[in-house]
């Protein structure tokens, strides 16, 4: 092989390297070109979605089925982070039934059970829960029935204007002699709709006997 044919072999190569090389950075951008507008279309989906009423799963594997039944087959299990949109719903003795499109088109039911946080109900056009009340300590403690406040408690609803009250009651524990008080709270929102907590209450302060009920009304106030 002359070095004419040498020259023009190598040069023949190189050229097919650049070749290779342009094709792969072509598929390399190709790819995230796609990617891009993959994710700004699942963007643009996602948006269009919480425009109206939808929920967002909290969990993982959270099953979508064929009807509002825990035994019904199932269609997808739904992640941790999807939303979906919502067009109607069954109350199921307070086990939360929604109707959600899991894909274009395709429709399904997704449960919240009663007392659990599968999912976050947004945009709803009704105001369909009780609020919930929670506390993170067995016993408040505050200095004075004056200073009792609400900071200590996570009060949530599906819709906003939730009141919160309270009431104190005194018991005396007739094996130590010893005063004890409770706190009622009450949480009301929009609509009317309820949720009552009990907590132990601890005073610095003892409190005046015109600011508090008597324990035996606890039970009946707390229904």
């Known amino acids: 092989m002359d070095y004419d044919t040498e020259i023009k072999n190598l040069r023949n190569s190189m050229l097919e390297l650049k070749i290779i090389f342009t094709i792969l950075i072509l598929i390399v951008i190709g790819f995230f070109a796609v990617k891009f507008i993959l994710g700004f ?69 997704i449960a919240n059970p009663l007392g659990d946080e599968y999912l976050n109900d947004e945009n709803n056009p009704e105001d369909i829960k009780s609020p919930t009340i929670k506390f993170f300590d067995k016993i408040y403690y505050v200095d004075s029935i004056d200073d009792i406040n609400y900071d200590h408690l996570e009060v949530k609803d599906d819709k906003p204007g939730v009141k919160v009250t309270h009431k104190v009651y005194h018991e005396v524990d007739e094996t130590e002699g010893k005063d004890q008080y409770w706190i009622l709270y009450i949480a009301t929102d929009a609509v009317g709709k309820t949720t009552k907590k009990v907590q132990k209450v601890e005073f610095n302060k003892r409190p005046d006997e015109s600011k508090v009920l008597d324990f035996s009304k606890l039970e009946e106030d707390r229904k």
């Open 41 to 109: 279309m699942e963007e643009a989906r996602i948006k269009k979605i919480k425009e109206g009423w939808y929920v967002e799963v909290k969990i993982e594997n959270l099953k979508v089925r064929k009807e509002p039944d825990r035994n019904s087959a199932i269609l997808k299990e739904a992640k941790n982070g999807e939303v979906f949109k919502v067009d109607d719903y069954e109350n199921h003795n307070g086990n939360y039934w929604y109707h959600i499109e899991y894909e274009k088109e395709r429709w399904g039911w």
